[in-house]
C-alpha cells in the first residue's frame, strides 16, 4: 500500500523524505513523488513513475530540492494507472493546497461533479486530485483557515484517509488528518515528522504521537498541535517506540525475508518472556484476570492471510487443551455475514501490522456488539492495538518482507500462551501439564535454530522443483494449518499455484489435478493422524505425485512413502505448527530466489492492506 512520510524542521527536507520512503519501499509501489518548500517560495513537485531511485536520480538525491519543510509519497495504484500524472504529491489548480494521501475516497466520483460544477478542472484520474481540490474549494470559500478546510472537507468525503497538506498560504507548516489509515506523528526538538508506518522515521526519532481518526494536526518546529472535528485543540502524549532502527535494515542478509526467519529463535523467546511473571503465565496485565477468562462462554478468532491460519491452529488448540468453543473467520467474511455473537464470548483478531482494514472493521464490529475483543498485535500503537479492549503484543520487531515469518510464528507462540492459560484457569489440565506445555514452549527457540541450520537441503530441493506448474499441500489437523501457511508462502513470493488442502477432502475433487512428477508436501506431525495421511499420501504417489514428507525426527518410515523427507525436532504435538512451518518459510523463500523474483516485495502485494 502506499507510503507517507513528511518532514519540517531544520534540516534539508528532501534526503529525508527520500530516505523515509526508501523504508518504506517494502510496502509495495508503482510511483513516487516530493514537495518540497524553501521558506515562503512556492512549492516545487518532483514525481517519477517506478522505482524510487528514479525520483532520487530526478533530484540528485534530494540535493535539488532545497526546503526545510516536505511532503513525499510511494503511491500503490487504486484509482488510475501507476504513472506520473497520477502520483502524488497532488496540487490545486494555483497551488494553493499540495498533498498525499493514502486511503481510497469512496464517493471521489460526486465530489468531482461538484467540483467541476465550481470550474474545478482534473489532470489525474486519482481520487487524491479530487480531495486536494476539496480542500482548496473549502478552503478559498470560507477563508477560516487550513483545519477548518480540513475539517470541512472531512465531513464531506467518505472512505479512508491519512493526508497530509501543505498550504501555500503557511510556509514552515504541515497540515495531517486521519482516518482509517494508518499515520503517526514523530517529535524531536525542532523538528516534526509524519510517516504512515514507523521504519520511515526511526533513524530520526523514536518518540512519536498517534494521531487518531477523525483528528487533525498542525506541525510545525515549535512541535505538533492536535484538534478534533470541532477546531478544539485534544491535549496528547508522546509514546517512546523501543525498536531499534538497526532492525528494520537488512544486517548484511541478502533478503529480509531471510533475516526475519533467522529472528524467530528470538522473537519468540521474547514473546514468551514478555508473558511471564515469576515464571507463571500472566494475562493479567493485558487485562484478561481469572475471573473474566472463567467467565467467557466461547471465541471467535477473526483475522486475514496468515493471521488468518495462525488461527486455525489455535483453534486446534484452545479447543484440545481448554475444551472452549472456538470458530475461526476470514475478516472480509466476517463483518458482511450478520454475525451471531455470544454476549459471553470472546473475539480474538489476529495481526501484524495493526492495520488490515477486513480485520480492524471486524474488530469494530464485535465492539459496536458489545463482545469482549483481545487483540494480537505486533506494531505499538496501532489502529487495532488502540481500539480493542485487550492487547498481546507479540515481540517480533519490525517485520518488512511482505511475505511474514517471525510475524506468523510469534502470533502462534501469543495463542499457545493463551490457550494454556484458558486451560488452567478453567481447570482444564493440573499444574503438571501446564509445567509441561510451558517448557514445550520454552523449547522452540532452540529447535528453530536447528531447523533453520539444516536449510541446505530445502535450498537444494527447491532449486530442484522451482519450476513446478502446481505444488499441493496435504494434512490432517493442526498439519493442515501448517499446510495453509506452507501454501500461501509458497504461492505469494514463487508465483508458483499450489493449494493447501486437509488430506482426507482430496479424493472428493482436487485429486483430479495430480499428474505424473506432480509435487505433493504431505505434512504429518500429529502421530495420532499420521497413518490416515500417509494413506492419502500413497493415493496421490499411485496417481503420479512426487512426494515430499515433512514429519518429526523419529517417524523414519516416512521414508517408505515419501520421495524426499524433511525432519523437524520433536515437540508437543500441540505447537508442532511454530517447527513444521520453518521448512516452508524456507522452501517459499528458496524457490522465489531460484526463480529470479522479488523476494521481499513479491508482485501485486502490500505489506499492510489498509483497504478493504
Ligand atoms: O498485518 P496482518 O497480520 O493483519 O496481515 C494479514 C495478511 O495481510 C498477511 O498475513 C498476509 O497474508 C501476508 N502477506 C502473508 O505472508
Redesign the pocket.
Known amino acids: 500500500m502506499c507510503g507517507i512520510v513528511g518532514y519540517i524542521g531544520d534540516k534539508q527536507a528532501a534526503p529525508i523524505l527520500l530516505e523515509g520512503l526508501s523504508k518504506l519501499e517494502y510496502r509495495g509501489y508503482d510511483s513516487a513523488g516530493l514537495a518540497v518548500r524553501d521558506g515562503d517560495k512556492k512549492v516545487k513537485v518532483v514525481k517519477s513513475k517506478g522505482r524510487l531511485s528514479g525520483l532520487a536520480e530526478k533530484t540528485n538525491d534530494g540535493k535539488s530540492l532545497k526546503g526545510n519543510c516536505g511532503i513525499g509519497h510511494t503511491r500503490w495504484a487504486t484509482h488510475g494507472e501507476p504513472s506520473e500524472t497520477n502520483a502524488h504529491p497532488h496540487v490545486a489548480d494555483d497551488g494553493t493546497v499540495t498533498a498525499v494521501h493514502n486511503g481510497i475516497i469512496e464517493n471521489y466520483q460526486e465530489l468531482k461533479e461538484k467540483l467541476q460544477r465550481h470550474d474545478y478542472n482534473f489532470y489525474s484520474q486519482t481520487d487524491t486530485e479530487v480531495v486536494v481540490k476539496l480542500i482548496d474549494y473549502y478552503y478559498k470559500k470560507y477563508q477560516v483557515g487550513p483545519i477548518d478546510a480540513l475539517a470541512k472537507t472531512m465531513v464531506r468525503v467518505r472512505g479512508s484517509y491519512a493526508l497530509v497538506v501543505m498550504f501555500a498560504d503557511y510556509p514552515g507548516e504541515i497540515y495531517v488528518a486521519r482516518k482509517d489509515s494508518p499515520m503517526i506523528i514523530g517529535v524531536k526538538d525542532k523538528e516534526c515528522f509524519v510517516a504512515s508506518d514507523v521504519p520511515a522515521i526511526l533513524n530520526y526519532t523514536r518518540d512519536v504521537i498517534y494521531i487518531d481518526n477523525l483528528e487533525m494536526a498542525r506541525l510545525s518546529t515549535d512541535g505538533a498541535v492536535f484538534y478534533n472535528l470541532d477546531g478544539d485543540v485534544v491535549p496528547k502524549e508522546s509514546s517512546h517506540i523501543d525498536w531499534d532502527a538497526k532492525a528494520a535494515e537488512k544486517g548484511g542478509f541478502e533478503h529480509f525475508m531471510m533475516k526475519e526467519i533467522y529472528e524467530q529463535p528470538k522473537a519468540i523467546e521474547d514473546t514468551i518472556n514478555s508473558a511471564l511473571n515469576d515464571g507463571k503465565i500472566d494475562l493479567e496485565a493485558m487485562g484478561l484476570k481469572d475471573d473474566i477468562i472463567k467467565d467467557i462462554s466461547d471465541i471467535t478468532i477473526v483475522?486475514?492471510?496468515?493471521?488468518y491460519h495462525v488461527g486455525v491452529a489455535a483453534q486446534y488448540v484452545f479447543e484440545d487443551i481448554a475444551r472452549i468453543p472456538v470458530r475461526v473467520e476470514l475478516a472480509s467474511e466476517f463483518r458482511y455475514r450478520n454475525p451471531i455473537l455470544n454476549e459471553k464470548g470472546m473475539v480474538i483478531v489476529?495481526?501484524?501490522?495493526g492495520e488490515?482494514a477486513d480485520?480492524l472493521a471486524a474488530l469494530r464490529e464485535a465492539k459496536e456488539m458489545g463482545i469482549r475483543t483481545l487483540a494480537i498485535v505486533n506494531v505499538v500503537g496501532s489502529s487495532i492495538a488502540r481500539e480493542a479492549d485487550n492487547v498481546f503484543y507479540t515481540l517480533a520487531g519490525p517485520e518488512i518482507s511482505?511475505?511474514?515469518t517471525k510475524?506468523y510464528t510469534t502470533q502462534l507462540v501469543a495463542s499457545y500462551l493463551i490457550a494454556i492459560q484458558f486451560a488452567k484457569v478453567r481447570g482444564k489440565i493440573d499444574d503438571k501439564q501446564y509445567d509441561y506445555y510451558l517448557s514445550e514452549l520454552k523449547t522452540l527457540p532452540e529447535k528453530i535454530n536447528k531447523i533453520i541450520d539444516d536449510k541446505d537441503r530445502i535450498q537444494w530441493f527447491s532449486a530442484k522443483f522451482a519450476n513446478a506448474k502446481d505444488v499441493f499441500f496435504i494434512g490432517r489437523g493442526i498439519d493442515y494449518a501448517i499446510c495453509l501457511e506452507g501454501s500461501?508462502?509458497l504461492k505469494?513470493i514463487s508465483y508458483v499455484h499450489s493449494e493447501a488442502y486437509a488430506a482426507g477432502e482430496l479424493k472428493h475433487g482436487t485429486i483430479s489435478l495430480i499428474e505424473d512428477g506432480t509435487l505433493v508436501i504431505g505434512v504429518i506431525t500429529q502421530p495420532e493422524l499420521y497413518e490416515k495421511t500417509v494413506s492419502n499420501m500413497l493415493e496421490v504417489k499411485s496417481r503420479g505425485a512426487y512426494l515430499m514428507g515433512l514429519t518429526s525426527y523419529g517417524h523414519y518410515e516416512t521414508e517408505d512413502t515419501a520421495n524426499f523427507t524433511v525432519y523437524v525436532p520433536k515437540i508437543d504435538e500441540h505447537f508442532s505448527a511454530c517447527l513444521a512451518v520453518i521448512p516452508l518459510q524456507l522452501l517459499g523463500y528458496y524457490f522465489s530466489v531460484a526463480r529470479g523474483n522479488d523476494v521481499d516485495k513479491p508482485r501485486n502485494?502490500a505489506k499492510?492492506?489498509t483497504v478493504e
Open positions: 483475522a486475514c492471510g496468515s493471521a489476529i495481526s501484524q501490522s488490515t480485520t511482505v511475505a511474514t510475524g500461501l508462502k505469494e502485494l499492510s492492506v
